[in-house]
């Protein structure tokens, strides 16, 4: 053995004369290096006194089962472990060793089993197995087994030095038992060269894919970053895309990733965002694993992942005999060809030292404490472990007067390094944490030498909080975390139960909450469901209920509108996914609406003021410009699986709907082709059909000139009125057609909608309601002044002014208003409007004939559209009329 533990220049052999120190030495070169000589020497013969002792049959053997992971290390040490009487097993997590422990009282009973956490401890009165954290394992027990899981951490910078004190110097009585990476076999077999190393094979293959982008990665991955805003940024890619997924991370307590877990194990998402806190512990049925990040801040600066960590993490893919794959992002690119060789080949350079950190402390003063923890180690393998977060802290209190005026004795300094052995999980500034460790010390070693209670409650009363957003809980579940482990300390509270309780309910709660805030915002359940059926290529199951909602396999996606699937969502990526599974579901349905739109009457559809025709309470269509204002056209709104003969079906049918409505409100203007009429009246119909209903008395006087007596008389059956200021269909005036003629005249001249329609029964409006002219005209209004007037109204008007003018100069009767609907203040303008003069003759204000036949009107009316050589009043003009 000590062939194989060659100290370095700082320890040489002794010689005999060197030996205990017998010859003097000359300097204080030559007494380092005599120290030195004396701390090797005690170290070998300490490790010969284990090889001994074993070999003897005092400890048993020792065997080191290594590999990588997905070997059954852990499943082979636990069963070994309940063959024997008594046991204890470390793990590197207080999850996975909450795992186990559950494990193990599922077999063999609460009773016969202890849990022992920094932060947690179940203790029965005669435990026979002790599961633990490595840290917190009770060595001053003995057993008959003992392992240590993910040895190969002894060459971790954080926290190595607890695995290698558990290499060197823990051990069963009949068995111990090493498990983790082939990557320490060489130091393992330098320090504990009687140990059998049995290597296991992996059972599945582990094959690398590539580079592939976030969403095309296959069902079943973790996405693997190093920092909790890409973890974040990624879930939330994934969720838009995917519909959910799982978030693991180091800061989450052991009950909102089992949480996180359980989510992804039971299939509600298929996808898992995660630190490297998936690399060790978490055992999951993962196809593949997909690097988003190569690089990690490891507490002092950024450094790229190294080969075996890369292992570590790509391994959970694949479990038991199913075969994984690993890759990484397309952001990141391929990996180097030798990295991805020594990843699938599990080749791995070896661990060249482990952390060391002294064990034999001094505690007769703070500052030789912490001297001895500058202790080197003995042997060049091993590198001393410095600047700990329990040293850190040590250092910070030890530079307080108050606290060294306390730590006075070896019971007061042992008590200050327990204290400084609180872990802060919340990873806050070094003051924040000592100012607790110094209240905690302070309390320890006062009068009653115990946490006061009301101070614990106050502290824990401050973090029992479950509002706040994801970034808060996992905070105060640090801060809990903290105070879980003191309450746990032995000796430090009155009442330790009733506190342990306590900040494990808090804990318990807060987890609970930051799990369903981690899922509120990762998960949307129903568009991770119907991503999986997606996948598939059957057919959904797909439902429309009598108010429209639609399910899809079980969740409400959305509502059919007419023919139009509207997500439930406005997010775009989620409304992509709910369109996509309607669209699978829904071809049948719209099918069915086509051929029942198709068959209703009439009285099914509704034509809106804004132009669209309504079915069942949604807008299927709308009605659009055509060849003239009473021959529109109709836009069927697109529709998914609304095409080719069923969209054209529903485009008759409707077509069919918008004539059947014009017919039926504007008939008197379908007469034109009439052959019992003359050709005059045809063509004064077929001109009241493009204005819609009115034509000025002076433009139709060419017109009516060559109509007959008899088409006269027709004529004015189906409702045509000859007026003196204008010509006009009389049955037009009603409002359900004018505000079918305000429609129709909208659309022809693509003016906004609704159209400004005067309110039923109302015989005048201002004029800047209506403000063009020919649109007055096309709904039976006049535009006369301040006043756009009905057009049998204003008739009355011109009748009873002209009687008035008769016999010569007239005082204007007020009362006349009420023809027209309008205000007295109202009226004098609309007289002056229709040409006649006014003038005050003695003192009275009268009115005389008008000065010419046509009104004024105040507004400049839109021309017409210009009329083709083909048009039946373009020949009019080359007609000679009887006078």
């Not at 439902?543 to 509207?566: K, L, Q, S, W």
Request: glycine content about 8%; charged content about 25%.
């Amino acid at each position: 053995m000590d062939r194989q533990l060659q100290p370095d220049d700082r320890a040489i052999a002794p010689t005999d004369n060197d030996r205990l120190g017998d010859r003097p030495l000359p300097n204080s070169a030559s007494c380092l290096a005599h120290f030195w000589q004396l701390r090797t020497l005690a170290f070998l013969h300490i490790r010969t006194d284990l090889a001994s002792m074993s070999a003897n049959g005092e400890f048993g053997w020792v065997t080191a089962v290594l590999g990588p992971t997905n070997t059954g290390k852990t499943h082979l040490a636990m069963e070994r472990m309940l063959g024997h009487a008594s046991g204890m097993i470390g793990f590197p997590l207080r999850l996975l060793a909450r795992e186990n422990y559950d494990r193990i009282v599922r077999l063999k009973g609460r009773s016969a089993v202890a849990l022992v956490t920094g932060e947690e401890r179940i203790i029965p009165p005669h435990p026979n197995w002790f599961v633990c954290t490595v840290e917190a394992m009770p060595l001053d027990r003995t057993v008959d087994f003992l392992a240590v899981d993910e040895i190969q951490l002894a060459g971790d910078r954080e926290r190595g030095h607890v695995f290698t004190e558990r290499l060197l110097h823990a051990r069963g009585r009949s068995e111990t038992m090493f498990m983790g990476s082939d990557t320490i076999r060489p130091l393992l077999k330098k320090l504990v060269p009687e140990a059998e190393i049995i290597a296991r094979p992996r059972f599945s293959t582990l094959t690398y894919t590539g580079p592939k982008k976030v969403t095309r990665l296959p069902a079943r991955t973790a996405v693997v970053a190093f920092s909790i805003a890409d973890v974040f940024e990624l879930a939330e890619l994934v969720r838009r895309q995917r519909g959910g997924t799982a978030v693991v991370m180091g800061a989450l307590s052991p009950r909102a990733r089992n949480a996180q877990v359980a989510m992804y194990q039971d299939g509600e998402v298929d996808y898992m965002v995660a630190t490297d806190a998936i690399g060790m512990g978490l055992n999951m049925d993962l196809d593949h694993v997909a690097f988003a990040r190569l690089a990690k801040f490891d507490g002092k600066a950024p450094r790229r992942l190294s080969a075996p960590e890369i292992a570590q993490i790509a391994g959970r893919a694949g479990r038991h005999m199913n075969d994984g794959s690993f890759g990484t992002t397309a952001e990141i690119g391929p990996l180097d060809p030798e990295l991805v060789e020594a990843v699938e080949m599990h080749r791995f350079d070896p661990l060249t030292h482990l952390w060391w950190r002294n064990s034999a402390l001094d505690f007769r003063a703070p500052m030789l404490l912490l001297k001895s923890l500058e202790q080197r180690p003995p042997l060049n393998i091993l590198l001393r472990a410095g600047g700990g977060d329990d040293q850190q802290a040590l250092e910070t209190l030890a530079r307080q007067p108050e606290i060294t005026a306390i730590a006075t004795n070896r019971n007061r300094v042992r008590l200050l390094w327990d204290v400084c052995q609180i872990p802060d999980f919340r990873k806050v500034m070094s003051e924040q944490h000592a100012r607790l460790l110094s209240q905690i010390y302070r309390h320890l070693t006062g009068p009653g030498e115990r946490l006061p209670s009301e101070w614990v409650s106050q502290q824990l009363g401050a973090i029992d909080r479950t509002d706040g957003d994801i970034d808060t809980l996992v905070q105060r579940i640090a801060y809990i975390r903290t105070w879980t482990y003191i309450t746990h300390r032995p000796g430090w509270l009155s009442e330790a139960a009733h506190w342990q309780d306590r900040a494990i309910g808090i804990e318990d709660r807060l987890s609970d909450a930051l799990h369903d805030r981690i899922t509120q915002r990762f998960v949307d359940r129903r568009s991770a469901s119907l991503v999986r059926h997606l996948a598939t290529a059957r057919d959904l199951t797909a439902a429309v209920a009598p108010d429209g909602d639609v399910t899809v396999e079980g969740h409400f996606v959305g509502a059919m509108n007419g023919f139009r699937f509207i997500p439930d969502r406005t997010d775009l990526e989620s409304a992509r996914t709910l369109l996509a599974a309607a669209n699978r579901g829904l071809r049948g349905e719209v099918q069915r609406r086509a051929v029942a739109l198709a068959a209703d009457p009439d009285g099914a559809f509704t034509l809106e003021p804004v132009g669209d025709i309504t079915w069942q309470g949604a807008t299927v269509a709308r009605v659009a410009p055509g060849d003239a204002a009473l021959t529109p056209r109709i836009d069927v709104l697109a529709a998914d699986f609304l095409d080719g003969e069923l969209r054209e079906r529903v485009k008759r049918r409707l077509d069919l709907f918008i004539r059947d409505r014009i017919a039926a409100l504007l008939s008197p203007l379908m007469a034109g082709t009439a052959p019992e009429l003359g050709p005059s009246a045809r063509g004064l119909l077929f001109r009241l059909g493009e204005t819609l209903g009115t034509i000025d008395a002076d433009e139709a006087g060419l017109l009516t000139s060559g109509i007959g007596k008899d088409d006269k008389k027709r004529l004015t059956r189906i409702g045509v009125r000859f007026g003196t200021e204008t010509v006009y269909v009389e049955r037009l005036l009603k409002p359900a057609a004018i505000a079918l003629r305000a429609l129709l005249w909208s659309v022809f001249n693509a003016a906004p909608l609704p159209a400004p329609v005067p309110d039923p029964g109302r015989l005048s409006v201002a004029s800047g309601r209506i403000g063009d002219v020919s649109y007055g005209f096309a709904i039976g209004y006049r535009l006369v002044g301040p006043l756009a007037i009905r057009v049998d109204r204003l008739e009355r008007l011109a009748s009873a002014l002209r009687q008035a003018a008769a016999s010569g100069n007239f005082a204007l009767d007020l009362g006349l208003a009420h023809l027209i609907g309008a205000a007295e203040a109202e009226f004098p303008p609309v007289v002056s409007a229709l040409g006649y003069r006014r003038r005050e003759i003695d003192g009275t204000m009268l009115y005389s004939t008008r000065r010419r036949k046509r009104p004024v009107l105040t507004a400049t009316r839109k021309p017409h559209r210009a009329t083709g050589a083909d048009h039946p009043f373009a020949r009019l003009k080359d007609w000679e009329f009887a006078r």
